[in-house]
């Protein structure tokens, strides 16, 4: 009998055993298996990173490449650089990941001890990993030539403390854009910009053409459209949302780093926005649509007025020439202000590399955004954005004309985050406010002062947990 | 080796079937909650952890939002449980003698949503009920009707929500159910036609005692499973409009993941695994007398 038992308890015991080992070869990340073992052929260790990147640009250099998609640049990078690196016998492993779930996997991964060796994104989202103490500096991999060749106005922004925490690749303005063939339709052919022009409106101009679209638009051309986009579900694209409520003047942020929204301007502001929203100017239910719906409205003409940026935009056109989306003339005009200088910011988008406690993936790490970001032929890639190096964009002027537009828009630049720390957490502070606002739970003037409020005291919060500040 | 202990001997190869289980039990659900446990009294930053006693336990009691995310949490669950409880009722009441391939179909009908992730699920709510493209508002603007967003107000978001979840699992309820009532001695059944018991009397006093584990049961696992309730916030309303239907596990998500207080959000799980605890602990302990 108990022979048959301990027949029966030998797969049990079996199982446990595999089970566990299963586990437990799950448990290491591509880390553990990159440092030490000597790989046979080339004699050299094995060193495995992985790179993340949240989706900027279809193709290496062109999203008209066959089997364009957001990691194509990284792997014609990866493949690249394994080829001519001789320290070690790297292997690299992009993965491609939502913007608007960027946030929850890195906290899930950092407190996992498993972060992504690179990642690619813009700067603003990024910072608080700086203040974190989760990113090594790369201050070392920063030559003269980088220095000359990037204006110092993008090292400042990824300059955190004394230190360089990213490696600018490119930027990206934000802007508006408009449906010319809607403006048309609405007989608002004066206010039509030039197709290499980011037209700028005064702020009256802008509110003629809402009104034109609102009553001229031939509704069976149009029917279902509106004039302007206008969302709250989420923090994603927000700072649309932060540059419309400085539009009366209001400069946001004080110079010791707190918000001061809460003034005249800043009121008046918000009041315009939830004005036009109650009078019907937008599309319906801002407080639950996010921008992502906003966007693919615009793209079906069901938007006059939408947000973009050089990638969103340049997307866009590339959709509508490959037939994937309905073709229409889109232009781009500048955020109006009331003292008629237009309202502009952009995103420094750059690699960082996270802190993994293994110096030879840190090693491989920095060698590689140094190798991509600095690369002659790899650089160009930054035309689908705005490039950062002079040299690209003196390269490249002629045949995107819309180069020099922007150039001439960067006096205008207003810096969005105010480089204060807490900056991920603080966008979590807006968009209920402007929710409580457009559904007429807050007036404007109780959402501003709810929102400077709770806001200052994220930054309190995170300005004394920085070990930058230490 | 030699086992001395005859007791031992004799029950060896039960504990060596439980053992793999008891194992993942400890390593993936008894370790959690202790390491839970310990987070909520620390601050947990990226290069160290403090210990601040009840410091995160206080901070979670000083914000409204916490208040509202209980508050939301309970309605949920009430209705949830309640609506489900007393809708799978009536549909397996109302089937379960019929013809069997007609049972199959009911089954079949309304397990097929339970069958589907939840979240291809709000996808698909959140596709009809988005006030700028989707179909509702859609056809509500064609009908003239004025524009209601349905997701976007604080009054209608909850008992939206309590609908999509409800639709979504009220399946399995009814499986259960119907496979409990057709178990039901069929003799009781014959007794009570001799009678001239009416269909209502011998649902009421035949039928529904008589399947009361299977609805306490139900209501377990349903207030269980809407405690966690997150997919459907998450996908449908992100908390909104303005926090009003933020729920304890969205909470507890938001400042874990995206504000990166794992001190916090450790304290709500704390205080969710204990309001677990106690509902289920008289639930459970009828269960067992029941048996």
């Known amino acids: 009998m108990l022979k048959k038992r301990l027949f029966a308890a030998v797969p049990a015991v ?76 790297a292997k690299i492993n992009v993965q491609v990941i939502a913007g608007d779930q960027r946030d929850e996997l890195l906290n899930v991964n950092l407190n996992g001890g498993t972060p992504p060796d690179v990642f690619f994104e813009s ?41 360089i925490y990213f490696y600018p690749f490119s930027n990206n303005p934000g802007t508006l854009a408009y449906n010319a063939d809607m403006f048309r339709a609405a007989g608002l052919d004066s206010f039509v910009g030039g197709e290499s022009e980011i037209k700028t409106w005064t702020l009256d101009e802008y509110n003629q053409i809402l009104e034109a679209l609102k009553t001229k638009l031939p509704k ?48 008046k502001a918000a009041e315009w926005l939830r004005n036009l929203y109650k009078s019907g100017y937008t599309n319906p239910g801002a407080e639950s649509v996010s921008s992502n719906d906003a966007n ?51 995103y420094v988008v750059g690699a960082s590399v996270f802190k993994t406690g293994d110096d030879k993936r840190t090693e491989v790490a920095k060698d590689f955004v140094k190798f991509f970001s600095s690369d002659p032929e ?18 490249f002027k002629d045949q995107f004309p819309l180069f020099e537009a922007y150039d001439k828009n960067s006096a205008h630049l207003f810096s969005f985050t105010g480089n204060v720390p807490g900056y991920s957490e603080l966008r979590q502070v807006l968009y209920p406010e402007l929710q409580a606002m457009y559904i007429g739970e807050k007036t404007p003037a109780e959402a501003v002062k709810d929102y400077q409020a709770k806001g200052n005291e994220v930054i309190q919060k995170a300005r004394q947990n920085s070990v930058l500040n230490k | 080796m030699k086992l001395r202990n005859p007791y031992l001997k004799e029950n060896l190869t039960g504990y060596l079937f439980i053992l793999p289980q008891t194992l993942l039990f400890l390593l993936f659900i008894v370790y959690p909650i202790i390491e839970g446990i310990r987070l909520s009294f620390y601050k947990v930053q990226f290069q160290k952890e403090t210990f601040v006693g009840f410091d995160n336990y206080s901070a979670l009691f000083s914000d409204p939002i916490f208040f509202k995310a209980v508050g939301n949490t309970v309605v949920f669950v009430v209705f949830i449980v309640l609506l ?81 979840t409800f639709a979504t699992n009220v399946g399995q309820a009814i499986i259960l159910y119907i496979a409990s009532m057709i178990g039901v001695p069929k003799d009781l059944f014959e007794a009570a036609e001799v009678d001239g018991a009416s269909r209502l009397k011998v649902i009421f006093r035949i039928l529904i005692p008589l399947v009361k584990p299977t609805t306490i049961y139900i209501t377990i696992i349903n207030i269980i499973a809407v405690l966690k309730i997150f997919v459907v916030i998450q996908m449908l309303t992100g908390g909104g409009p303005n926090n009003a239907s933020v729920t304890l596990m969205y909470y507890l998500y938001n400042n874990a993941f ?29 269960l067992f007398k029941d048996k």
């Open chain 1, 296 to 346: 693919a409205m615009f793209l079906n003409q069901q938007l006059a007025v939408s947000f973009t940026n050089p990638v969103l935009f340049n997307n866009a056109k590339a959709d509508m020439a490959a037939g994937k989306a309905p073709k229409f003339d889109v232009r781009l005009a500048n955020i109006p202000s009331v003292s008629g200088d237009p309202l502009t910011f952009t």
């Open chain 2, 84 to 164: 489900t409880v007393i809708f799978s009722l009536f549909v397996a009441s109302a089937v379960f003698d019929k013809n069997a391939k007609y049972v199959s179909f009911i089954r079949g009908s309304y397990y097929i949503p339970v069958m589907v992730s939840m979240v291809v699920m709000s996808m698909i709510w959140s596709f009809l009920l988005n006030p700028a493209n989707g179909l509702i508002s859609f056809t509500a603007r064609q009908l003239d009707l004025s524009t209601v967003n349905l997701l976007g107000d604080k009054k209608l978001v909850l008992p939206v929500v309590i609908f999509v």
């Open chain 2, 258 to 286: 995206k504000y990166n207080q794992l001190g916090i959000a450790s304290a709500v799980g704390v205080i969710m695994f204990v309001i677990t605890l106690l509902l289920s602990v008289p639930q459970l302990r009828a």
């Open chain 1, 14 to 89: 079996a199982l446990t055993v595999g089970l566990l080992a299963g586990c437990s070869g799950n448990n290491g990340n591509s880390g553990e298996e990159a440092s030490g073992s000597a790989s046979a052929g080339a004699g050299k260790d094995k060193v495995e990173i992985s790179v993340w990147l949240t989706p900027q640009w279809k193709g290496a250099f062109d999203s008209t490449e066959s089997d364009a998609d957001y990691d194509s640049f990284f792997k014609y990078a990866a493949d690249k650089f394994v080829k001519q690196y001789d320290k070690y016998d």
């Open chain 1, 123 to 163: 700067v603003f989202a990024m910072g608080d990993y700086a203040h974190r103490g989760a990113l090594v500096p790369l201050n070392d991999i920063v030559d003269d030539a980088a220095k000359s060749d990037i204006a110092q106005g993008y090292w400042d922004n990824v300059t955190f403390g004394n230190d």
């Open chain 1, 378 to 395: 790899l650089v160009k890639a930054s035309k689908n954005s705005i490039p950062v190096r002079s040299s690209v964009i003196s390269e």
């Open chain 1, 220 to 267: 069976d051309k149009y029917s279902n459209a509106y004039p302007m986009a206008l969302y709250a579900l989420n923090n994603q694209g927000d700072t649309w949302n932060l540059a419309y409520l400085r539009m009366f003047g209001n400069k946001f942020f004080d110079d010791q780093g707190n918000i001061v929204l809460d003034d005249e301007n800043g009121v």
